[in-house]
């Protein structure tokens, strides 16, 4: 089951990797919402305070401040990178999403993203103890691969879970 990284269940190499594609997973959430509330798609507010939650959440794993920094600035970067190509393909909105009523950024989504973030954290503090990284790296390569995003939201990925492996 994804998302329960802090649960007893022994981790194998695709939890980090499935966590990272499921965070992307909610960014078309995101970007519906600033696209109707002509938002743009960087907030460097939040994700300083993101970065900053993260760094000590990550402390209290035992995990090192820049490599939780650099994993999830590379995580930030590929979901900005996913939201303009959205907004590109999507200029007057998704056509199957009309209607739908829209979530609250800072109510529902920042909370599930934060959430997240601290599954996140257990699988990468795991992952660097029990991982070697080249490893983990073309698990995380197949299994963004295999959920359609393109190449530069990939590499943006990867190179945060590169720094944060390290
Ligand atoms: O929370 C948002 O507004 C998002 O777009 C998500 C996110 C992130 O990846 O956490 C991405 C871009 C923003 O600059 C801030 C944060």
Redesign the pocket.
């Known amino acids: 089951m994804v998302g329960c990284a802090g649960s007893s269940r022994p981790q194998d190499d695709a939890t980090l990797p499935k966590l990272m594609v499921e965070?992307l997973s909610?960014?078309d959430e995101?970007?519906r919402?600033?696209q109707a509330r002509s938002?743009?798609?960087?907030?460097?507010k939040?994700?300083e305070e993101?970065l900053v939650m993260m760094e000590r959440e990550g402390q209290k794993a035992g995990l090192p401040a820049q490599a939780v920094r650099e994993f999830?600035a590379g995580?930030?970067?590929?979901?900005?990178f996913l939201?303009t190509e959205w907004l590109k393909k999507y200029p007057q909105g998704d056509p199957t999403l009309v209607g739908q009523p829209l979530p609250d950024?800072s109510v529902t989504?920042?909370p599930a993203?934060d959430r997240l973030?601290k599954s996140m954290l257990t699988a990468l503090a795991v992952s660097r103890q029990k991982q070697d990284s080249r490893t983990m790296m073309a698990a995380a390569k197949t299994e963004l691969t295999e959920a359609g995003y393109s190449k530069q939201v990939i590499a943006a990925a990867l190179e945060g879970l590169e720094a944060g492996l390290k």
């Open positions: 965070r909610w960014m995101v970007v919402v600033k938002l743009p798609v960087t907030d460097a939040r994700e993101l999830f995580q930030i970067t590929a979901a900005k939201q950024l989504v920042r993203l973030g």
